[in-house]
Structure formats: structure tokens, C-alpha cells
């Protein structure tokens, strides 16, 4: 038989923090068939980046055995090393220097010289399409060319295993098409490679022949994603409920008895249930049943090991499930349901009218309308590169615009940005706080920035603790925190003066389903007190959320709508009923096709 192409027995592998010890593996089991392409996916903190650097041989484990192409890690790390190609979730490309000198620089690590390498260069280029691109400085490149370049450079030595630690984090829908089909051409080369990738979008799971489940350092499951899918039979629907809107009608399911969880999706809510049961719908409510998928079953395991905690019982707790986090905010009384009239759009609060933005010669935004309405969810969508991030640092009043005019809660920013920053919540792209700083110290922080003083300062600092259950963790450094906690952090900081516009910058990129579902949980329900909420995403399931979507492509808006009509916009006779990433790579797709023809 075939030795597996990398095998984890009894591994334990911890880590020291502020005199304790941390158990990141324990007792890890595990086989990855030679071959085979594996989906590694968990919660934060699970454990995955340490298996993936244990298996690229570059840490030991404290106990237990890897074995990787048949060696051991403790015997052979430098060969095993020199033969895998690895892929870290920050891929440490050189951003000065060009495509081609990058791919100079990794061959010379990796002593591919001569012929060996001229040909290897050919083949990567073309699979990667970034030939036209070789003399471009890496740092000019989009979030996708640059995740594409770092896969190029660890295909150098075309390694027997392949191992990509969330390789596609951040970047937009076509990119990730673009990523996956590299991967799939990989697999029908003529070596066969193994593949082990972590990954938080968990269709991509789907694609691959196996899946491990990883919790807390432990294996959770191991399967087939069939067989995941088949213990969710009959317990997945689709609910709809004509006069209620999707988000009123998706909080209302997540209180319910037996739902463990509720997501909006193109048409009505997608529920699953705790158990395979007839549905006790409600008057008006239609419930149909759906095929299962393989985040409906991860899902629901995460909740039956986690037994579903109300709130945290201990300093290192989990955050609580997306149908207990809801509860849990309507039983405080300081977050109302969503209503239909919350949903409703206000008075206009943000205008941008015909903004252009340069950086030297490059125009990063062009021409740029829009308005946003209070208690409106406003998405801004588009590939990497399309200008989303410009236009929220204009927004927040940190870069000036070159041209046009953008108001914010009527104050016109390009005449007095600094007063209208104070009804302005910002969540950067990347955690922004102070990682030395306590819990505590970074809302005292913020508290200070804001003005706040006296009552009012314990007050909101007491409802940062109580709103985002950060009361266990405030003596613990923010760069501690495992990743939904930072989340929470930030939003709490970002709402202590209690804005009336809040900008989240890509605020799930990289954090687990869970996480993502608790916080879009949370940002409804600020919606409904009147908050307006401008946020971009790369997670399209998430656009569902938004009342109105604005689908940016290379600095400009190339669709403004509801999601339905963005969705419509991309209906066609191939295409009858298409999802928002269908829409995203349709629309986006057309509008670059003449660039991209030109490049």
C-alpha cells in the first residue's frame, strides 16, 4: 500500500504565554492519503496554522510522531523542507521587487537552477496568467495576482505535497475562481499532488475528496464531504414569509426552539434544525426542504460539541452559538428585534457625488456616486483593486478627496472632516488596536480619544463589557485574543461614542462561519436602533445582509441595487437563478474584460 503523504500520531504541540502554557494540538491523530486533496477547516484558534507549520517541518512536535512523505519531521525537517511546497497565510513576497524578480529569489532558495528553472517559469506563468505581468512590482499587484504569485513560488520545486494555509483569505470572488482553477489544473498534471488546504469558506471544503473537522487541537471528524452531507438529511429548509423581510424573518427563526441555525439567503432563510423533524411553521410561513451542504453539518457539530453556551462561563470560553448570541441580546433588553420599520430606509446620511481620487497618476476612484440612508446596511462590494478602501478613508475623513464632494451627516468633509469624524465608528481591515495594551486599556484608550468622561465614560465602558461579553477577557493583552474576541474588541471600540455611522472594512476576512454569524447578528440589531452601516466584503453570502449593494470595479460603481436586482442583472438563459458570487464574477467579469484583453 501506498505510504500516506503525511501522518500525525499522538501529536501535542503547546505554546508559553505570559507564564502559562498553551495547548495548541493534543493528542492529534491524523492521515492524509497520497494524492488526495484534503480541506483542513475549524473555529479560530483550532489549531490549524500549527498543523500546517508542523507538517511543512518548520516546528517540532512536543510529543507524538509526523511523518511526512514517509520521514519523520525530528529526523529529517531540513529534507522534508527542501520537498513540500508551502504556503503561509501572509506570503513573504518582496513588494519592491517585480514578478519576475520574486520568482528569481524563491528559486535561488529553493536551488531550482538551469533549464529546470526556465521551464518551470514557462508553465507557472502560464497556469498563474501572470506572464504579462512579470516586469510589474509585486506590490502593484491586486490581493489576487499577489495570492497567485505566492502559490507560483511555492510550486517552484512542484512539490509531491502542497500545503496552502487559507490561501484564497481576502480576496475577491473571481480571484478565488482564478486560485481554484490553478489547484484543479495542478491535480490533473501529470505528477499527482497531494493537497492540504485550510480554508474558512467552506464550499471551497466541499470541493475537496476529504474534510478534517479540527477543535480546540483535536480531530473532530474526518469524512467525505458526502458523508457530512448525509447526516443533515431532513433537518435543512428554506423559509419564506412574503410580507416580512429576510432579516426580520431570519431573527425571528434564530429564537426559535430546535433551530440551530439561520442564514438569509437569495430568496426567504436557509434553517437547520437540530434534529431531522417536521417543520412547525408558522401562519403565513412556507417551508421547504433543502439539499444539505457541508457547512449546514459543521455547523451543527461545532454546536453539539460546544453544547450551545448561553453567554461565557470561563475566561477562555467560546463565543456563544449565532441562535444563542440572538437570545442571549434579546433577553439583555439593550438590542431591539429587527423590525420592518428599522429596515426602512431614513433620511439621507452620506452623500458622495462624482468623487475621483489620485495617487500620483493612478485614479484609484472614479467618478464615484452614491447616497446611504439612516439604519441602512450598504454594501460596497467589487474585486481587489476596485478603489473600496479609498473610499471609505474618504468616507471617515482621512484622505481628501481630488475631486467631487462627500458629505457625511451633512457636514461636508473636504471643509471639516475632524467634526465629522465624531459621529463616525471605524473597523479597519486589519486589527487596529494596540496589541500590548489589556482589554481594558484599549477601551480606556479609545474612551480618551472619543472625549468621553466622568458618568458617561463608566457607563459606555460598562456597556462595552456587558454588550460584547468582554468582561472575562479585559485583563488579558488584545493581541491574545483569539480572533472573534478581537473582532468584538474592535467594534466595541469603534461604538463607544455611540456613532451614527459605523464603516467595517472587510471585518470577517479570515474569521471562522461562527464568528462571522455572531457578528452579523450584532450589526443587524445596530441596525435596527438607527445605526447606519457601510461595509465591504469579500463574502458575498454576507451581501445578502445589505439592504442596498454598490458593485465597484476598478474605481468605478458598475451596479447599484438591491441584492435582488444585482442578481437579476446577471440572469441569463445559462445562468436562470443566479447567487451573488454569480452575479459578482458576471458583472465584474464584463466590465474588466477590455483591461484584461489589453493587459
Known sequence: MTAPALRFAQVHKGFGRRGRRVAALAGLD?????GSMTALVGP????KTTLMRLAAGLLLPDAGQVDVLGQDTRVHAQRIQASVGYMPQRFGLYEDLSVQENLDLHADLQDVRGAARVARYAELLRLTALGPFADRRAGALSGGMKQKLGLACALLRAPPLLLLDEPTVGVDPISRRELWAILLALRQGPQPVSMLLSTAYLDEAER??????LEQGRLLQQGAPATFRAAMQGRTFAVTHAPRSRRVLHQDLLRRAGVIDAQVQAVGVRVVLAT??????????????????FEDAFVALLQQQRGAPAGLAAADAAPAS??????AVAAAGDAPAVTDAAADAGSEVVRVEQVHRFFGRFEAVKGVSFSVHRGEIFGLLGANGAGKTTIFRMLCGLLPPSAGRVEVNGVDLGRAAA???????????????YGHLSVAQNLGFFAAVYGLRGARRRERLAWAGREFELAPWLARNAGELPLGFKQRLALACALLHEPTILFLDEPTSGVDPLVRREFWDRIQAFAARGVTVLVTTHFMDEAEFCDRVALGSLGAIVALGTPAAIRARARSAALPDPSMDDAFIALIAAHEAPTRRSA
Open 30 to 34: 491524523l492521515d492524509l492519503p497520497a
Open 44 to 47: 479560530d484558534g483550532a489549531g
Open 208 to 213: 475537496c475528496e476529504q474534510i478534517l473537522i
Open 276 to 293: 431531522a423533524q417536521a417543520p412547525s411553521a408558522a401562519p403565513g410561513e412556507t417551508w421547504q426542504a433543502l439539499p444539505p451542504r
Open 322 to 327: 449565532p441562535a444563542v448570541a440572538v437570545a
Open 419 to 433: 467634526a465629522a469624524r465624531q459621529g463616525i465608528g471605524y473597523v479597519s481591515q486589519k486589527f487596529a488596536l
